[in-house]
């Protein structure tokens, strides 16, 4: 007989990555723009925002943001917030119906689920939190709550691929110390960082054996936000939640 908590028989997590179509925003932020601190319409950003809740079938105040600082904050949530988690990196959680988001634009989305404790969490994860370690923190954080490993499922979300993220030689070499599957060449040939193959090397030596990855790049599509492509934009979100 196990002793690790179980979730609800009738709760189950479940994952949703946006992209920039559907929304209020106009351009340079068209159009389903989450983010609220890149210079859009607050009311735009709000409108967008209430259709999350609203398709997810969800109050409002049950979506979780945060201010991500490209640290290793990590934050555990039970109820709504009053305003976005002060400098924080990741939110982790085992309460169902309460949906944790992390905005994203080139940065990479990490959804992670444990089925078995009940326990999500969100994890910005852009070349700084990689070097830093905010996914084993949150991975921590989600052991703390009764999550284990070899339960986790995660989605490494839409972002820069390595062929498009040029980076110096230098900065390469301080991410592949702690990522060595992050250091790539670019399609033209020079240093270049895949942040998803880092992570999921990451996961992968932490215990967690399945991890599913969006290969979309998101300075190649148009359909997602990219702060590398275009300078002002939106951001794209992804959401987790035990619902």
């Known amino acids: ?42 009311a735009a950003v709000a409108a967008n925002r209430s259709r999350v809740a609203r398709e997810l079938g969800v109050g409002e105040d049950r979506l979780v943001w945060m201010e991500q600082v490209h640290g290793t904050g990590v934050a555990v949530v039970d109820g709504p917030q009053d305003g976005p988690v002060p400098a924080t990196d990741a939110l982790v959680t085992r309460t169902p119906g309460l949906v944790l988001g992390v905005l994203a634009a080139d940065c990479v989305p990490v959804l992670l689920t444990d089925p078995v404790a009940g326990v999500v969490a969100a994890v910005h994860a852009g070349r700084e939190g990689v070097r830093q370690g905010v996914l084993p923190r949150a991975l921590s954080a989600m052991a703390s709550l009764g999550a284990r490993a070899r339960h986790v499922t995660a989605l490494l979300g839409p972002a820069v691929c390595g062929a498009c993220y040029e980076v110096p030689e230098a900065m390469q070499a301080d991410v592949a110390r702690v990522a ?46 990219s702060h590398r492509r275009d300078g002002v934009t939106g951001r794209h979100a992804g959401l987790v939640w035990l619902g």
């Not at 895949?194 to 996961?203: F, I, V």
Request: hydrophobic residues 35%; proline residues 9%; contains cysteine.
């Open 1 to 42: 007989m196990s002793n690790e908590p179980a979730a609800p028989s009738s709760v189950r997590p479940r994952r949703v990555v946006t992209d920039r179509r559907g929304g209020r925003s106009a351009s340079p932020y068209d159009t389903f723009n989450l983010g609220d601190h890149v210079g859009d319409d607050p």
């Open 180 to 225: 060595p599957a992050a250091a790539v060449r670019t399609r033209r040939g020079t240093p270049g960082l895949d942040l998803r193959a880092g992570l999921a090397e990451a996961l992968q030596r932490a215990g967690v054996t399945e991890v599913v990855t969006d290969a979309r790049c998101t300075v190649e599509d148009p359909q997602l936000f």
